[in-house]
């Protein structure tokens, strides 16, 4: 057994020394794959964690940007039916983005309309505005495409005024002698 161990090592010594410097490299290529893999398989899964948290926050990020577009967009109800014109509702709506939404979300989107024309005229409508409100620092304002689901402001007032004028009056409970002594008059 040993003889036989000792002439195949000897055959291997004899290959691995009579080859040429051309062909030895994949040895050298051989033993520093294995190096590679032993320390990655050290270091596993940490860096393969960092990707994943990415790719998991990713859509969270889609979803703030969508909810601003939403929130900063103005719709139907925020102008005139025929003129384009903003009311009051949009004005405000506008001086609220402009001056008290945070600042890296400071983009006006307007809902875009039947026509061009009308589309045209709302955006236009709006940067007169923003360019009165904020002349140096005028935001980017977008047409968007996204449903502008929401009510009109006279709609919502009224409703909030009947919610508070049929809203009971506010009064005590009435005390009971209940026999334990006391009166209400004492």
Known sequence: MPVRFLTI???????????????????????????????RRQCWPD???YPDRVATRMPFATMVN????????????????NT???????????RWILVSGPAQ?????VHIADTN???????????????KITPNDVPPVLST??????????????????????????RLPEISNTGSGMTSGE
């Open 9 to 39: 090592l000897g055959f291997v010594l004899i290959a691995v020394g009579s080859v040429s410097q051309a062909s030895a490299n994949w040895f050298c290529d051989f033993c520093d794959d294995v190096a590679r893999d032993i320390k």
């Open 117 to 131: 024309e009308e589309t045209a005229a709302r955006i236009a409508a709006v940067e007169q505005l923003a360019h």
């Open 145 to 170: 495409s996204i449903s502008d689901q929401g009510w009109p402001a006279d709609q919502v007032d009224l409703i909030g005024r009947k919610f508070r004028s049929s809203t009971p009056d506010p």
């Open 66 to 81: 969508n909810g601003w577009r939403r929130q900063n967009m103005l719709g139907k109800f925020h102008f005139e039916p």
């Open 47 to 49: 860096p393969f964690v």
């Open 84 to 94: 384009g014109n903003l009311n009051e509702a949009g004005r405000r709506k506008v």
């Open 105 to 109: 979300h400071r983009f006006v989107y």
